[in-house]
């Protein structure tokens, strides 16, 4: 079954606003999370590593200030995409690592689909 | 940031077909991982790989890490329409909390 929860599915909202993103394990604890960002007929590439109890890690290109990150506890990270723009339309998905009978895997979450208008 | 080699890039076969796919590095990867994404939907993890040289099965799905650590591929034998999506492949350099590099995905249709 599924490890790793994501809030919302989808969500619409108008350019300017902010709007968060909710990633959760579900049964295990997860100090690290990743998140993604995919555009339409392209691959998964990495924003930032969320990591419980200290700063995000950014990935190069990616402004920090604009894509809050909170761990906030052992099983939630969110995602805060400040003063959305068209241009910030994408599919965001979350993942965790963990043991599943064998060393530590990352498991995704089932995406969140943002479209800015 | 660095990516994966991934081919083909799309594939489309007859029901009943086998499938081979596989992906490629310039630089060597401790762990190889293949995950299915559906429309719409996060990547399902199909096959992990630990070992340099190991071969793994999961149902029709049969993954091998290469010996060189820089190259893996996927099998799928006897093809069905519900094997359509994109698969992508992942590198990983260290442990599970270390990031992973994917793949381009290479897209499956499949024919009843």
């Known amino acids: 079954g599924a490890v790793v929860s994501q809030h919302p599915s989808r969500v619409i909202c108008k350019s300017g606003t902010s709007v968060k993103i909710e990633c959760r394990s579900l049964d295990f604890q997860a100090t690290t999370m990743f998140w993604y960002r995919q555009f339409p007929k392209q691959s998964l590439m990495l924003m930032a590593t969320?990591?419980?109890?200290?700063?995000?890690?950014?990935e190069q290109g990616v402004e920090k200030d604009k894509f809050l990150i909170n761990h906030a506890s052992l099983t939630l990270s969110t995602l805060t995409v400040t003063s959305a723009h068209p241009e910030d339309s994408s599919f965001y998905i979350c993942?965790?690592?963990?043991?599943?009978?064998?060393?530590?895997?990352?498991?995704f979450g089932p995406g969140t689909r943002l479209l800015v208008l | 940031g660095q990516q994966l080699n991934q081919s083909p890039q799309s594939m489309f076969i007859q029901e009943g077909e086998d499938v081979s796919m596989n992906c490629t590095s310039s630089?060597?990867?401790?762990?190889w991982l293949w995950y299915k994404q559906d429309p719409g939907e996060g990547p399902v993890l199909l096959i992990a790989?630990?070992?340099?040289?190991e071969l793994t099965s999961n149902g029709r799905l049969t993954a091998q890490f290469g010996i060189t650590r820089k190259d893996s591929f996927l099998n799928i034998s006897a093809s069905i329409p519900s094997d359509v999506g994109i698969y992508f492949c992942a590198g990983q350099r260290d442990s599970g909390y270390s990031t992973l590099t994917f793949g381009k995905g290479t897209m499956l249709l499949v024919s009843p």
């Open positions: 969320s990591n419980e109890g200290s700063k995000a890690t950014y």
């Open positions: 993942s965790a690592p963990q043991e599943r009978g064998g060393p530590e895997t990352q498991y």
């Open positions: 630089s060597i990867f401790n762990t």
């Open positions: 790989l630990y070992k340099a040289g």
